[in-house]
C-alpha cells in the first residue's frame, strides 16, 4: 500500500496520518474546502511540510502569501521549511494576479504553462478560487453561463497530471464561487475535504469533514477534530468520530 500513496508523515507529531489512513493517493485530484479562516491553509502547510518531510517534492503555489510570510507562518506552527526549500525538495510560488497590467489577467495559463511547477510530485494550489476568480477568460465563460466550457481545459490539464502519478491539492472557499462553477472540480476529485468552523469559548474547533476518499485500502475516518496551536501546529483532537 505504501507504493500507491504519498504519506502524510510527523507520525510523532500529531494524529493526521492515521486518521487519513496513512496518506493521499497517488496521482490523485484532491479539495480542501473551508471558508475564509477555517483553516484550509494550515492543513494544506501540514500536509506540504509532511510530504517533504518523506522526502516527496512538492510545490506550493499561494495567491495570498509571499515566500517571506509562508516561511514566518510554518515557523510559527514549528513546521521547519527552510531545510526544505535550500535542498530544493520544496518550491514556493506566489500566483501575482496582475489584471491591471498588460499581459494580466491569466492567472490559469500562466499556471498551466509553468513547467516548473508540475515537476514536483505533489502540488498544492492555495486558494484556487482566487485564481479562477481573478481570470478574465474563465470569468468571461461563467458570464455567459458556460461554466464546463470554462473548467473543461484545466480539468483536462489536471487529469492529465493526475494519470502520470503526481497529486493536485487544490484549496477552495465555496463561499467565493457559485455551486455551477464548483461543481465541475468538486466531481472530479478523488479526496474531497470540508473543513467546518466553531467557536466554543475563547478556542475555535474544526472539524473535516471527508466526503469522497477515493483509492485507499485503509479505513479513514468521516469526521476529525483538529485545532491549531502556535508551536505546534495542526494537532487532532481527541473529540473526533471515526
Not at 47 to 72: H, K, M, P, Q
Not at 211 to 240: A, H, K, L, T, W
Request: some cysteine; hydrophobic content about 40%; proline content about 2%.
Amino acid at each position: 500500500m505504501a507504493d500507491k500513496i504519498y504519506s502524510l508523515g510527523l507520525e510523532d507529531r500529531d494524529r493526521l496520518k492515521e486518521k487519513i489512513g496513512g496518506g493521499i493517493p497517488k496521482g490523485s485530484i484532491m479539495a480542501i474546502e473551508a471558508e475564509y479562516g477555517g483553516g484550509k491553509s494550515v492543513l494544506s502547510q501540514r500536509f506540504a511540510y509532511g510530504f517533504c518531510e518523506e522526502g516527496y517534492r512538492v510545490t506550493y503555489l499561494s495567491s495570498e502569501l509571499r515566500a517571506s510570510s509562508f516561511i514566518d507562518q510554518m515557523d510559527s506552527l514549528n513546521y521547519n521549511v527552510e531545510k526544505h526549500l535550500l535542498n530544493e525538495n520544496l518550491l514556493f510560488l506566489h500566483a501575482y494576479m496582475e489584471q491591471r497590467q498588460e499581459g494580466g489577467g491569466k492567472p490559469l495559463s500562466k499556471i498551466m504553462d509553468a513547467e516548473l511547477m508540475w515537476k514536483a510530485d505533489v502540488i498544492i494550489v492555495d486558494t484556487f478560487d482566487a485564481i479562477l476568480r481573478n481570470d478574465k477568460k474563465f470569468d468571461h465563460l461563467v458570464r455567459e453561463s458556460d461554466e464546463r466550457q470554462g473548467a473543461l481545459e484545466i480539468i483536462s490539464f489536471f487529469r492529465d497530471l493526475a494519470s502520470a502519478g503526481k497529486t493536485i491539492i487544490l484549496t477552495i472557499d465555496p463561499t467565493t464561487l457559485n455551486d455551477e462553477v464548483l461543481s465541475p472540480f468538486r466531481a472530479i476529485t478523488d479526496v474531497h475535504l470540508k473543513i467546518n468552523m466553531e467557536e466554543i469559548g475563547n478556542d475555535i474547533s474544526r472539524t473535516i469533514h471527508v466526503n469522497r476518499f477515493s483509492g485507499m485500502g485503509q479505513q479513514v475516518g468521516d469526521r476529525i477534530g483538529f485545532s491549531v496551536r502556535p508551536e505546534i501546529g495542526v494537532v487532532v483532537e481527541s473529540r473526533s468520530v471515526t
